[in-house]
């Protein structure tokens, strides 16, 4: 069965950087598109990132367009997220999915079936 594991998450300043990792298993992880979604309490839960099954193509939500990057290493089934200039707004539960794709360069931003336990970021003021 497909397991995601995502790890990472904590407590930083506004303007601070983190790092978070999704590690998966029981799945060809080359035929699967990638994404993380965030969670904040008493809200929807929200697209953040998407990522090819190859790395080619990449997609952002709006609010974390050129602070965010995502980025994934087929050789060690691991999909990250580098978070840069973190806003208090960016506090969530972050989710890391996963979606089977037939294409290469598709970064789908909704769709996806399989999903990790979270990992909790948290941004001070």
């Known amino acids: 069965q497909v397991h995601l594991v995502e790890s990472g998450g904590g407590l930083v300043q506004a303007g601070g950087s983190l790092r978070l990792s999704c590690g998966a298993s029981g799945l060809t992880f080359t035929s699967y598109a990638m994404a993380w979604f965030r969670q904040a309490p008493g809200k929807e839960r929200e697209f953040v990132t998407a990522?090819?099954?190859?790395?080619?193509?990449?997609a952002y939500a709006d609010s974390v367009q050129g602070r965010f990057t995502v980025s994934r290493d087929n050789t060690k089934n691991t999909v990250l997220l580098q978070m840069d200039n973190l806003k208090p707004e960016d506090t969530a539960i972050y989710y890391c999915?996963?979606?089977?794709?037939?294409?290469?360069?598709?970064?789908?931003?909704?769709?996806?079936?399989?999903w990790g336990q979270g990992t909790q970021v948290t941004v001070s003021s």
């Open positions: 990522i090819s099954r190859g790395g080619a193509k990449t």
């Open positions: 999915g996963a979606q089977y794709s037939y294409l290469s360069g598709i970064a789908p931003t909704r769709g996806y079936d399989y």
